[in-house]
């Protein structure tokens, strides 16, 4: 039997789950940036330095946002979008790119990629957190 008295066990599973985010990116300095926002900002974070593992990270952790570049070696991260939604429809996936810029590609991305969410880089932080918050609290 646990050693934590029965009271605080209930207080703990009352509290509300962190939501847990997936960021997923080659560039290992972005990896890091991102990491450290999305900690500061309450959040459980997983890293992926590409799209097969990501696959397989989200197929054992079960994040509730993946937020990932869209060129990336071995699998992009348009690709990853696909299979993500073919795979796990539930799970957010916003989509960081600095090729697609217009609204017309924007568009494009939700259409065909499947994204939630679309993020040109360079990032603005305030942005990014902004666009992760709004999808994370409309599922809660």
């Known amino acids: 039997m646990s050693a934590v008295p029965t009271q ?8 509300p ?38 696959l397989e990270m989200i197929r054992q952790h079960r994040p509730d946002l993946v937020l990932t570049d869209a060129l990336m070696p071995w699998m992009d991260g348009r690709e990853l979008c696909r299979r993500i939604k073919d795979e796990s ?22 259409r065909n990629f499947g994204v939630d969410g679309f993020l040109p880089k360079p990032l603005d932080l305030e942005v990014l957190l902004n666009t992760i918050g ?5 599922r809660r």
């Open 134 to 138: 709004g999808l994370v609290e409309d």
């Open 89 to 110: 429809p539930a799970t957010q996936v916003v989509l960081m790119t600095s090729l697609y810029k217009s609204a017309r590609h924007k568009s494009e991305a939700f």
């Open 8 to 15: 605080l066990r209930a207080q703990a599973d009352t509290r």
């Open 17 to 54: 789950r962190r939501a847990r985010i997936l960021v997923v990116d080659d560039d290992y300095d972005m990896l890091d940036i991102l990491s450290h926002a999305l900690l500061h900002e309450g959040y459980d974070v997983l890293t992926a330095g590409n799209g097969r593992l990501a």
